[in-house]
Every structure is written in structure tokens, then in C-alpha cells.
T-cell receptor
């Protein structure tokens, strides 16, 4: 168990809808990273937050947004969902900035129908 | 061309075999090299972490980095069925945020 908790584990929703994925980092970790994993693209970095502030952005679509709350948990909001958004979404956390020492959650499997 | 290339396999070996997994990369600024293991339906877990060139050993696992060839390897000795998983390489430069760039992963099956 990595200590990173993601909910829900599975999500099935229709095109055009909006969903929120939640992540609780390991105790004491200030950095949270969001990743998308699909079969053809592999793991793609979406966004990083450090102690409540956005730190780095990757290949995140404008329809997607995230935030990190004062208790350090994070949420990833996906809106106007398309079939191509179906993927595994992972959250990872680390004590500081380097993504090289991050621990991953179990992921949320999103299916858009 | 992707920044990090990794043969997706699948790779199938008998129990006890030595397994060699590899990645090539194009960005000479990469300094940090990681290997992650991902079991089906689970998140990736960090196996090995190497800075710059050289070898690193941890139990049955050895990571090698050859920066001159832009090539990294992970060797698994005395492979076990429990090693059956997807192995992902990841790397980053030495900047402040060290965004990880990932390979697509190699699927490994170790047969008893």
C-alpha cells in the first residue's frame, strides 16, 4: 500500500458529463501529481500541485482542471467528457518537488460511454 | 519520434531466467532514470532510481544507465512468477520540477 488513496476506483459516465476524481496524498506529502494512462499514449503527466499551488502543467486539456485544498487532498475535474477521455487516472504524491520520488495511488478507471 | 522508446513486448520467460528490459531516449538533458513496476489494475511502484550514469543493484534487480548511448536497462535475476507485470521506464532532467517522461512499458510474463 503506497499510502495514496484515490476515489472512486471505477466511474462510468456519458459523453458531455462532468466528473470529479479525488486523491488523498501520503501523510506529510506536499506535492500531488495527476497522470492519465491509456493504452496508446502510456502515462501522461497532467498537472502538479505543491502545498496548494499549481507548480507544473503537462498535457492537460482545457476541459480538465484540478485543485489542491488546505488539507492537501486534491481533486481532478473532467468536464464535457468525450469517448477518448476513457483512461486510468492516477494520482501520485511526494514530499517535495521532485516527481522522481513519487508514490502512486491505485488509480480511477474512467469509462465514457 | 517519442522522447522515450520502450519495446512493449510481451516478453515471456521461464522461471529462473535473467530478464533484460531496455529503454532508449533522445533528450541528452535527462539525468534521473527510474524503473517502475505496474501490476494489472494497480498504480506504478518505484523499483529503481538512478542519477546520471552507472549501475545500481538492489537484490535481484540491477539498473544500468549508459548516457553516451542514451540507453538504460533493468536486469532481473532469478525471475519469479511474481515478477510478472508491466515495467515502465521514466526519466527527467535536473530542473526544479523534474517532470517525468515515461516509456509505454514492457509486459513481462514469468512462467513457472
Amino acid at each position: 500500500d503506497s499510502g495514496v488513496t484515490q476515489t472512486p476506483k471505477h466511474l462510468i459516465t456519458a459523453t458531455g458529463q462532468r466528473v470529479t476524481l479525488r486523491c488523498s496524498p501520503r501523510s506529510g506529502d506536499l506535492s500531488v501529481y495527476w497522470y492519465q494512462q491509456s493504452l496508446d499514449q502510456g502515462l501522461q503527466f497532467l498537472i502538479q500541485y505543491y502545498n496548494g499551488e499549481e507548480r507544473a502543467k503537462g498535457n492537460i486539456l482545457e476541459r480538465f482542471s484540478a485543485q489542491q485544498f488546505p488539507d492537501l487532498h486534491s481533486e481532478l475535474n473532467l468536464s464535457s467528457l468525450e469517448l477518448g477521455d476513457s483512461a486510468l487516472y492516477f494520482c501520485a504524491s511526494s514530499a517535495g518537488h521532485p516527481a522522481t520520488e513519487a508514490f502512486f495511488g491505485q488509480g480511477t478507471r474512467l469509462t465514457v460511454v | 519520434q517519442k522522447e522515450v522508446e520502450q519495446d512493449p513486448g510481451p516478453l515471456s520467460v521461464p522461471e529462473g531466467a535473467i530478464v533484460s528490459l531496455n529503454c532508449t531516449y533522445s533528450n541528452s538533458a535527462f539525468q534521473y532514470f527510474m524503473w517502475y513496476r505496474q501490476y494489472s489494475r494497480k498504480g506504478p511502484e518505484l523499483l529503481m532510481y538512478t542519477y546520471s550514469s552507472g549501475n545500481k543493484e538492489d537484490g535481484r534487480f540491477t539498473a544500468q544507465v549508459d548516457k553516451s548511448s542514451k540507453y538504460i536497462s533493468l536486469f532481473i535475476r532469478d525471475s519469479q512468477p511474481s515478477d510478472s507485470a508491466t515495467y515502465l521506464c521514466a526519466m527527467s532532467d535536473a530542473g526544479n520540477n523534474r517532470k517525468l517522461i515515461w516509456g509505454l512499458g514492457t509486459s513481462l510474463a514469468v512462467n513457472p
